[in-house]
């Protein structure tokens, strides 16, 4: 399975987090080794804009020898489309890249559910409909033709946080949820603002 890892360095709240230092590596070292500990992931991506300011990102991609895509800054469900369908996968899983400590068997469990046959005809399988896994935990596959069917009906919102519309229309979509039963599920361990770093950076320095 295809890990798009979905990154930019212009985030509104927190400026450059992604490349925030923690222990000498930046944020995005620890989302690209997290996922690549899923036993089921084949290959990892990590999908970013074509403005000047994600070039410092490309250049650590190319010293660490990860594969990435460049394309459009706000409609991130055409670049992540575009990544697809450049990689000529069929379906992908989608990665914030903001989740440092993405959890590698909650993507293998998705993974897992995908491959189901009663599955196959899914257009999305995730674990956010209802969001029972923290923030940071979030882990969606979708199918390329699905997101290339429905790319153009797709307002501004809906095509920056890539599938909002999936979870706005239910009823003309398949979707399948994994549940947590994780009692500390109300805990954050996305990184959105420099009080979140602080946090995960607490966390990360006790592993």
Known sequence: MLAIIQARTNSKR????ILYKINGKPL???????VKK???ITKVIVSTSNTKN???LIKYLRKIKIPYFRGDLNNVAKRLLDTA???KKKSFIRINGDSPLIDPKTIDKVISIYKKKKFKNYDLITNVFPRTFSKGQSVEIIKTLT???YLLRMNKDESEHVTKYFYRNPTK???KNLKSNDSQRQLKLSVDTKKDMVRIKKILKLK
């Open 14 to 17: 927190f400026r450059n987090k």
């Open 28 to 34: 995005i070292w620890y989302v690209i080794n997290s």
């Open 38 to 40: 899923a036993k089921k």
């Open 54 to 56: 994600d070039d410092k």
């Open 85 to 87: 369908i450049t990689y």
């Open 147 to 149: 997101l290339k069917s």
């Open 173 to 175: 979509l398949k979707i």
